[in-house]
């Protein structure tokens, strides 16, 4: 995970190795290869050049500090610059409601079955009643999937396959959820191969009919600077609470995705590693920048 981003600044940093001393020409140099890493890694421009100002700037700020070796301050720096455009702090979900209503969207492929289905593990594991609704209507194949996971996890699903309607069947499918005392209810929308009128239309009017707590955009890791478009249009019709990040076991440069928090101002809250249920973690962003200077 990161392990191109991870290299590229290791190589920026040993430049400086055993040099004793930080000057105003190895900060302009390390600073060229963290940005040229950043870019290298799909960090979009100018998230990249926002993040290589601060460095300097810190850098210059701090080279007084002569106890300190010049890589390891670097090291520091960038840690906690990495850190603050992953969001700073580990962000909560609000669980507000009874049942909370959590919404899950994002394009087709993106992971979105397979997060609700880990998603509601992980709150049953914390003791919690939760229900999940199928509400891709456009592939009959997507209800089945989420029918599968919840008999495997020991999760309700409600569906109903003969429903066209998603507004519909997210509706019937929260009072299904209030009759049985359920206290989450993860409702899982279609998503499509690019973002289009007709599916942002419906997802926005689900979030209408049932004003959810939540909403979870999913984005793969892997679709480069598109993941950070589609953030956009996702944020503007939606206007979202937070991220979840998909498929971070694959080799993705994951630059765009750390660009997303920046460029939307909203958190990643979950990563996904994988296709089984238990590789789902809430998104640290201070352990996640040690990882990516590990
Ligand atoms: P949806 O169309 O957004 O609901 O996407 P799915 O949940 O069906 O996921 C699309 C594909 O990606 C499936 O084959 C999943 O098994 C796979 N997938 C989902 N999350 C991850 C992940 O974190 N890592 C990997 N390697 N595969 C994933």
């Known amino acids: 995970m990161f392990q191109n981003l991870q290299d590229k600044l290791n190589g920026a940093f040993k430049t400086l190795k055993g040099k004793g001393r930080i000057t105003d020409v190895n900060i302009a140099s390390t600073v060229k290869e963290i940005r040229r890493a950043l870019m290298d890694a ?3 421009y100018k998230v990249a050049k926002d993040v290589t100002d601060r460095v300097k700037q810190k850098a210059i700020d701090r080279k007084v500090m002569i106890a300190v070796e010049p890589g390891q301050l670097f090291v520091k720096i960038v840690q906690e610059e990495l850190q603050e455009l992953m969001g700073g702090m580990t962000q909560t979900v609000n669980f507000k409601g009874s049942p909370a209503v959590i919404l899950i ?10 997060f ?24 009959p194949a997507a209800i089945t999937q989420l029918q599968v996971l ?29 009759a049985k005392g359920k206290s989450i209810v993860i409702v899982d929308t279609a998503g499509r191969l690019a973002v289009d009128e007709v599916m942002m239309t419906e997802v926005e009017n689900i979030k209408k009919a049932i004003t959810p707590s939540e909403i979870l955009f999913v984005v793969d890791s892997m679709t480069g600077q598109d993941a950070v478009n ?47 249920m238990e590789d789902l973690d809430v998104f640290h962003p201070d352990r996640m920048a040690s990882r990516i200077l590990g």
Request: charged share 25%; with cysteine; net charge positive.
């Open 150 to 178: 919840g008999e495997q996890i020991g999760v309700d699903v409600f569906a109903e396959p003969e429903n066209k309607d998603a507004v519909s069947i997210a509706r019937n499918g929260l009072a299904a959820a209030k």
């Open 42 to 44: 799909d960090v979009n």
């Open 230 to 276: 589609t953030a956009k249009t996702f944020n503007e019709r939606l206007n979202f609470d937070g991220v979840v990040l998909t498929k971070l076991d694959g080799d993705s440069r994951g630059g765009a995705a750390l660009s997303i928090r920046t460029v939307v101002e909203k958190p990643i809250k979950f990563m996904s590693t994988g296709e089984k």
């Open 105 to 114: 969207a994002g394009l087709q492929g993106s992971g979105k079955t397979t």
């Open 116 to 139: 609700s289905g880990k998603f509601a593990s992980y709150l049953k594991k914390q003791g919690k009643q939760v229900m999940l609704v199928a509400c891709d209507v456009y592939r």
